[in-house]
């Protein structure tokens, strides 16, 4: 991954390099990014704390796929025999596909935060906090499949190709007509030219076990819920259809359409003109808003010192699905984390457990910055052979105006 990183592979990455996990399971697919803007937290005496922070996200998920499906989104139709090797080709029997959901999103967000010491002792002290979230939503698009039956069959008019044969499709979907020029622009932290806005909250609560004054706890236990919100897009750009077709055909050179943009073109842009195109989608039937929920999970934290500044922490995250809109959605996953904590460094190794396939990381903190990985064998696979799920990098930095302990 840091040779395609600093584009020095031998080679462009290619469908062959990736693969499917082959346990006959639904598969679920998800490419992420988050970017922390300016943040700001003081106290306000000594039980109570407010803070406000600002971060941009975006990501494209694709959840309760086949394995079958998958396999062709990742190959494409352009070699047939392949596919046939596969056991994909099928003349008369229809594949059926009725749970498959493709939801992509780019947003900022702005939180305001308090945090407010409920009940204190000399032994322990029990902690509340809740945060209100104003998204602003400038990319959203998504798919929700009712029901999917196609065949894969040979394309007599291209060599070694194969056609998709739709005969039933029914599905709603969305997108946004976003410029692909304003992404990532300053602009976002502050909501100009957003085609969506929505609200959403956190709340938790942690316990402490007190220790000397200005050292950690000796154990934290904590819960919360987060990102409880979702975001409504409506306006000039926005399109939302139902689809009903029966009876059509994607063909090797339509299929890669739907992975090269025209010029001027995002992927989003590209993907829904495309099934406009292919589906005989007209201004009349769209809606013109949709709404994307935010990704909802549950999460639950133990963390115990050891010895000294050795601690272990165990974290469970739990997607919280929301089946009344789309989503984009948290990945559930658990987590062990030994590590080495003190006031000016600490070193962590998380093990994670996600998607059936395991993680392991590393994060290290110097004063106030902070750099890690939670999978470095993703990070540094080589040779063109991805064996992990997944992959990750962060950094971060931060200081205090005022700093105080405890």
């Given at each position: ?17 990736l ?106 002290r ?17 798919v ?31 997108y ?53 919100g ?10 939302n259809?139902h ?67 050795f ?52 994060g ?43």
């Open positions: 991954m840091l040779d395609l990183l600093r584009q020095k592979n031998s080679r462009p990455l290619d469908p062959y390099d693969e499917e996990i082959r346990n006959g399971k639904p598969k679920n697919g998800t490419l992420s990014g988050e970017l922390r803007g300016p943040a700001v937290s003081f106290r306000l005496g000594n039980r109570t704390n407010l803070g406000i922070m600002t971060r941009v996200r975006s990501g494209f998920q694709v959840t309760d796929a086949s394995e079958r499906l998958m396999a062709i989104t990742r190959l494409g139709l352009a070699n047939q025999s392949n596919l046939q090797d596969l056991g994909y080709l099928a003349l008369f029997a229809s594949q059926s596909e009725n749970r498959f959901n493709l939801t992509s999103q780019a947003y900022s967000e702005w939180a305001f935060s308090l945090g407010q010491v409920l009940i204190e002792t000399d032994a322990f029990v902690k509340g906090g809740f945060t209100l979230k104003r998204y602003f939503g400038y990319a959203g698009g998504y929700q499949n009712r029901s999917l039956n196609y065949r894969l069959l040979p394309d007599s008019t291209t060599t070694n190709a194969a056609y998709m044969q739709i005969d039933r499709f029914d599905a709603t979907m969305g946004t007509d976003a410029d692909r020029a304003s992404f990532l622009s300053p602009g976002w932290l502050f909501g100009r030219n957003a085609s969506g806005r929505g609200w959403g909250w956190d709340v938790g609560l942690a316990y402490e076990t007190l220790a000397e004054e200005g050292t950690l706890p000796t154990l934290r236990l904590s819960a919360s819920l987060t990102d409880a979702q975001i409504h897009y409506a306006g000039q750009g926005v399109k259809y689809i009903q077709a029966d009876d059509r055909q994607i063909t090797e050179e339509e299929w890669r359409g739907y992975s090269s943009p025209q010029e001027g073109e995002n992927q989003l842009n590209a993907f829904g003109r495309l099934f406009e195109e292919e589906f005989g989608l007209k201004d009349d039937d769209n809606t013109g808003e949709f709404t994307l929920a935010t990704p909802t999970a549950l999460n639950l934290s133990a963390d115990v010192q050891v010895v000294n500044h601690y272990i922490n165990a974290t469970v995250i739990q997607s919280i699905k929301r089946t009344s809109v789309p989503q984009l959605r948290q990945t559930s996953l658990w987590a062990v984390v030994p590590r080495y904590e003190s006031e000016k460094v600490g070193l962590s190794f998380p093990i994670i457990r996600q998607n059936g396939g395991w993680a392991v990381g590393t290290l903190r110097v004063g106030g910055l902070v750099v890690g990985s939670d999978n470095l064998l993703g990070l540094f696979s080589r040779n063109g052979r991805f064996k992990a799920q997944g992959v990750d990098i962060y950094g971060g930095v931060s200081f205090g105006l005022n700093p105080r302990k405890n």
